[in-house]
């Protein structure tokens, strides 16, 4: 269960009670006149008869002189708690500290026209039935960056532009272990946007950020947030293996937000919004930029693991022994090993199979299956077209079905 500290209300600190703040200063009794009481003569001690005796003028003296020394010192202390003190490090020039103002109005502006929503599945009218996620617009020529999580196992991909239009999309090439695909708009018939883009490298801890996306998909218009970097070079566990080159914000990051952008100041894109830190205080997290572009080139040059011609069986899987006791209860799973199937997209060959979510796949054509990645391991050395003997467990009961790997563009 997460721990949850009541949002009470705080007394505000005053001036004295900052910490490292000076205490004020309150004067003392006026030295020209006047006494600690004020100026009220009946507040005034009477004359004593005996004033004029020597003793008494001796004991004044003293008396008087332990008391300028006390006012001395007083004045003395107050003005070295008010004295400037002398700096012990290095200030740097005002101009060195200053850092570029966020104009969130202006920015998005500049931004909004490059950033896309990025549908996956098949669209009947108006109505999109499947996924939906963000990307950013690389070329005028309509290729649009975004993670590979977002169009992995897309039976379709279409893109709605900041314009309005909305234009199918192919799948060019992606790194599922980096978490970047890229993708390529059909059909335009003008030119789009591109985004620009910043450097990762130029970040420090504290710079403002914004992130920007379909969050939840909610709408046309994209969602935005603003934060600051929280950390820089983080790696957490992804889809595919260990997630590294990572910026760390605290902008809020949301489902629907993958594969959009996180801008700086200036609006130049220096990160891919790829996941947010389940209960927790906004703690998200985007690909560095600078990490993305060489595999980015790569896509465009034809070497990236996955195109549009690899093999594509149609099941998102995980590992057995890895699933809670509520999913086994649910589905029947008694098993240790295999992979347990989480998904089937529409009309994959899985699907055309009878393969159901729930299922566990414990061998393909011969090769026992213990574990989610052996899954992909025998689909990599299939060709589309190629027919698949997949052994399975459903509720206890072993199973087997035929089929047939397709494609990945479609």
């Known amino acids: 269960m997460p721990h949850f500290i009541p949002a009470g209300p705080v007394p505000r600190l005053g001036e004295a009670e900052r910490p490292g703040a000076v205490p004020p200063v309150f004067e003392g009794p006026p030295l020209g006149g006047g006494t600690a009481f004020g100026n009220d003569p009946a507040a005034v001690p009477a004359p004593d008869s005996k004033a004029h005796r020597p003793e008494r003028v001796w004991r004044t003296a003293v008396m008087g002189g332990v008391v300028g020394a006390l006012v001395a010192a007083l004045i003395f202390g107050a003005v070295f708690l008010l004295a400037p003190r002398r700096q012990v490090t290095e200030v740097r020039p005002a101009d060195e500290l200053k850092r570029e103002a966020l104009d969130l109005h202006s920015l998005i502006e500049v931004v909004r026209p490059s950033v896309v929503t990025v549908n996956t599945g098949e669209r009947s009218g108006q109505e999109m ?39 199918d999309a192919t799948l060019v090439g992606s790194f599922p272990d980096r978490d970047v695909a890229v993708i390529q708009m059909q059909n335009l018939d003008a030119p789009v946007v591109p985004a620009k883009l910043g450097s990762s490298s130029d970040l420090q801890v504290g710079d403002d950020v914004v992130a920007i996306g379909n969050a939840l998909g909610l709408g046309e218009d994209p969602s935005v947030t603003t934060g600051i970097v929280s950390a820089k070079g983080r790696s957490i566990p992804g889809p595919q293996g260990q997630l590294v080159d990572l910026i760390q914000t605290d902008a809020a990051i949301n489902h629907g937000n993958s594969g959009g952008p996180l801008v700086d100041v200036q609006g130049r ?11 927790s205080q906004n703690v998200s997290f985007a690909l560095e ?3 993305v572009m060489p595999f980015v080139a790569d896509i465009e040059a034809g070497e990236s693991p996955i195109t549009a011609d690899s093999p594509f069986l149609g099941v998102r899987t995980q590992d057995v022994d890895g699933l809670s006791s509520d999913i086994r209860t649910n589905f ?68 087997q079905a035929e089929a047939t790997v397709g494609r990945v563009g479609g």
């Not at 950013?136 to 379709?156: F, I, Q």
Request: no cysteine; proline share 2%; net charge negative.
């Open 332 to 399: 029947d799973v008694e098993t240790d090993s295999g992979a347990f199937v989480a998904g089937v997209v529409p009309d994959s060959g899985a699907a055309e199979a009878g393969l159901m979510k729930g299922d566990v796949i414990v061998e393909i054509d011969g090769s026992l299956v213990a574990k989610s990645v052996e899954v992909g391991r025998v689909l990599a050395d299939a060709k589309p077209g190629a027919k698949l003997k997949v052994t399975y467990l459903r509720s206890g009961e072993r199973r």
């Open 269 to 279: 894109v220096v990160g891919i919004n790829t996941a947010f830190a389940a209960n």
């Open 129 to 167: 039935f499947g996924g939906t996620g963000s990307g950013v617009v690389l070329s005028a020529k309509g290729l649009v960056l975004t993670n590979a999580h977002v169009v992995s196992g897309a039976p379709a991909i279409s893109v709605d532009l900041a314009d309005g239009r909305t234009r």
């Open 289 to 291: 930029i600078d990490s």
